[in-house]
Each structure stands twice: as C-alpha cells, then as structure tokens.
C-alpha cells in the first residue's frame, strides 16, 4: 500500500507522509517517514470515515495534498 497508495498526504505536523488505500475491504491509512532509503512505518489503521478524516485534516492545514 505505501508503495502504491490511492493518495499520498503530507503531514505537515509531524513531518511525515500519509498513504491511503485498501486491502480487500478495509480502508487503511500509513503513516511513515522516509529516513535515508529506508521506509520507518510510524503507523497503520484502518477507518470507516475515510473522507471525514481526509476533510479535516486539509480544512485545519494538518495534510497537504500530494497526490
């Protein structure tokens, strides 16, 4: 999923990147940070208000789109 997200998200406070995708049913939202060329997951979970989430972080400047 991180390596092919459906979008990709900045998150500008806490200098991380943000994948959204699915695996088979389940929405799943990946937090990471790149750290030389090595991927550092700092997080993985699952929602059902996806775009609820998405919404708010963007609306308060948390997230920036990237793709």
């Known amino acids: 999923m991180i390596a092919h997200p459906s979008e990709l998200f900045e998150d500008t406070e806490h200098r991380c990147e943000v994948a959204l995708g699915t695996t088979g049913d389940k929405l799943?939202?990946?937090?990471?940070?790149?750290?030389?060329?090595?991927?550092?997951?700092?997080?993985?979970?699952?929602?059902?208000?996806?775009?609820?989430?998405?919404?708010?972080?963007?609306?308060r400047g948390a997230w920036r789109r990237i793709r």
């Open 28 to 59: 799943l939202v990946a937090v990471y940070r790149r750290v030389d060329n090595d991927i550092k997951v700092i997080t993985v979970y699952h929602t059902r208000k996806l775009d609820k989430l998405v919404l708010a972080k963007l609306q």
